[in-house]
């Protein structure tokens, strides 16, 4: 078991970091290497942001999965006869995608030596995912053990969930390191897919049980600490 205070205030911390991440690491510099003035320079990060929300969208649709903080029973997506087990993995696992892709599309940019990218921005990328991708685990993890899996067992589903994620970044990587072009747009799509997990995943599992107080420093901290390693280091 877990303490349900301690619990939300890692989701809140989770959340942070994601929001953090997608602006200073992603947004911003997506806004900044466009060309042109006004109107002109922003929209190739706002079709982007807007393109990477969608797709998490219908990804949320089609792909069956459990929040966890809900009942096993309470699941999304299209119909199936999977186990809430596989459901809660699918759920992290939906998280996980933008994350890695943000990564990898990150240290692309750092490749191909941008001004508005660097190496240690992508360093501080990761390590902000990587601190955030602890409770992660522990949300999957814990709910498995309490279905009488062994340890073992629940600590190969905390891992399973996040496979995607280094699949996902060798991806990203690759497509902006072979078209430079797109690389404003694949920025910001990671940060629309980033917020939208934010919002629609993170952001209500922390909120709607009593310690929304808590959990709510829990996100600031998270913010900040991504806000201070990206500045910092990049």
């Known amino acids: 078991t877990m303490n349900r205070k301690f619990f939300d205030i890692m989701l809140g911390f989770t959340g942070g970091i994601m929001l953090a991440a997608s602006f200073f690491s992603l947004l911003l510099p997506a ?34 999965h459990v929040h966890v903080n809900k009942d096993f029973g309470n699941s999304e997506g299209i119909k ?21 892709l943000a990564i990898g599309v990150l240290f692309g940019g750092a490749l191909l030596d941008t001004p508005a990218t660097s190496l240690a921005s992508a360093i501080a990328l990761t390590i902000g995912i990587a601190i955030q991708d602890f409770p992660e685990g522990i949300a999957v993890a ?23 994620e280094p699949i996902a970044a060798v991806f990203g990587a690759i497509l902006v390191s072979q078209v430079t072009a797109i690389l404003p747009y694949a920025l910001a799509f990671a940060a629309g897919a980033m917020i939208f997990v ?15 107080d808590v959990s709510t420093l829990g996100f600031l901290l998270g913010f900040l600490i991504m806000m201070v390693l990206d500045v910092g280091l990049g």
Request: proline share 5%; hydrophobic share 40%; charged share 15%.
């Open 31 to 64: 806004i900044e290497m466009s060309h042109g003035q006004y109107f002109y320079k922003v929209l190739p990060s706002a079709i982007g942001f807007s393109l990477g929300a969608l797709f998490l969208y219908f990804l949320d649709k089609l792909i069956p």
């Open 80 to 100: 199936t006869d999977l186990h809430g087990t596989k459901l809660l993995v699918l759920a992290i696992t939906l998280h996980n995608i933008p994350e890695g």
């Open 142 to 164: 814990l709910p498995v053990r309490r279905e009488g899996f062994s340890r073992l067992k629940s600590f190969h589903y905390g891992q399973l969930s996040a496979v995607v």
């Open 198 to 212: 934010t919002v629609e995943e993170v952001i209500p599992e922390f909120t709607e049980g009593q310690y929304t």
